[in-house]
C-alpha cells in the first residue's frame, strides 16, 4: 500500500501561500473542483472523490488523527460511473457527509502542496510527501518540516483529522448551540 507523510494546516491568507507554493514549485497551480463524500467504515477512512463530470476515484486511506506530520497509507482506484458506485456505497455502509472544496495543487519536489478553500470551513494546506517503498518516514518528516518552514506554516495552525471530521465538530457544535438557544428560550 503506498504511503505518504502529511500535515494539514488552517491557512489565514491563502493567495500569499499560493504565491509562495507557486515559486518553489516553479510553475502556477493546477485548480481542482473536488467533491468528497465519505462512508461509514470499520476503520480508516472511506471517500468518493468526484473531479469532473467523467472522472472520480475510490480512496481508502488509514492515518493517525494527530497534529504534525503523520504517515497516511493509502490505495487509489479510478472509477468509471461515481453516481452508481455513490449510491451502492450509500445503501451498503451510509453516508458520512460530503466534503466539497476548490483545491489548487502545486508539485514541489515529490511533495503534493494543496491549498484548499473548503465550503462551510474556509481555507487550509496539506502537504503530502511522497515516500518510496523502502524508504523511511523520518525523511519525508523533515521535508514537511523543511516545506512547512518555507510556506509559513506555524505550529498552532496545524489540525488533525480530516476536512469531514471539521465539518461533523462544526454541526454537533451548531447543533448544541440551537438547543441551548432553544432551552433558553423556554
Known sequence: MPRNVEIKARVKNLA????????????????LQQEDTFFHVPAGRLKLRVLGPDEAQLIYYQRPDQNGPKTSHYSVAPVADARALRAVL????????TVRKTRWLCLVGRTRVHL????GLGSFMELEVMLRPDE??????????????????QREDLIDGAYMDLLARESESSGEASAREGRSAD
Not at 20 to 27: K, N, P
Not at 116 to 119: C, R, W
Open 16 to 31: 500569499a501561500m499560493r504565491a509562495v507554493a507557486e515559486r518553489l514549485a516553479g510553475a502556477p497551480a493546477t485548480v
Open 90 to 97: 450509500a445503501s451498503a455502509l451510509g453516508v458520512r457527509g
Open 116 to 119: 484548499d478553500e473548503v465550503e
Open 136 to 153: 523511511d518516514e523520518e525523511s519525508g518528516r523533515r521535508t514537511a518540516a523543511e516545506l512547512m518552514n518555507l510556506l509559513g506554516v
